[in-house]
């Protein structure tokens, strides 16, 4: 299946050194798929010229954000900004570049090629600091407690969605929600939505300044930054109110239909996630 309209959406935040060349990766990737592609850049009020980097490329809308948010928030805005575009699928990936443009074009294949409403890519090999892998295992056995199975990186930003299931779940998350990725895959479960789960390499950022991560870079990481476990608290807060407490507005979420697949319904080839893998 060629698709005639395929959007892809990025959060960025100070991106400038790696954008670029990861927009020409995905691009090349998927052309052969679509007969128009699409890129949507949501721009967190970047410093280092991000929008600028990418100014005059015809098939690239960047849309700068009125304030800074954080990732969740501009994710969101993405989404929006990529749905209005009616696409016939839409792809979101974020800015950094740590996914392989072959295996974005890989998840957008998966979803042609199945009855599948979402693709999520299950990210292995992962270079992230111990503590954020430890962050996503606890929030991996946390989901499962609660929703009654596991769901592979629970948090992953590579995702190739068909834009009707896509607008119920934007719709239903708050705008300004911090993890909002964690909510849409508890909603995917719950509403039985079909995701179909596909294992994808996790590569290190394309750019080399640490300006452009949430956390910074540091050589040798010891021990949590403050300001994310500042963070992980609020987004567990928020998680326990939207999607896990019981009367959580996000737990009332159905779709019903005859044709409709099991909820996380998965092919038989499709690989689990590496011990450890996920995203916090």
Known sequence: MQYAHLAVVMPAYNEAEGIGGFIDEIRSAVAPLADRVTFVIADDRSTDGT??????????DVQTQPANRGHGPTALAA?????????????HVDGDGQFLGSEIAAAVRALADTDADVVHGVRHSRTDAWYRRVLTSCVRLLVAAFVGRGVPDVNTPLRVYRPEALRILVNAVPSDALVPHVHFSLAEVRAGL??????VRSIPRRGASSTGTMWGRVSRPQLPPKKLLLFAFHALREVWA?????G?????????????APAGAAPADAAPADEGSGSA
Request: proline share 9%; aromatic share 6%; net charge positive.
């Open 79 to 91: 989404y929006r900004a990529g749905l209005a575009l009616s696409p016939d699928a839409l792809v």
């Open 248 to 260: 959580a507005p996000l737990r009332a979420l159905r779709i019903e239909g005859p044709d409709r």
């Open 194 to 199: 079909a995701v179909r789960y596909l294992r």
């Open 51 to 60: 929008a600028a980097v990418l100014s005059g490329v015809a098939d690239v």
């Open 242 to 246: 939207w999607s896990l407490r019981p």
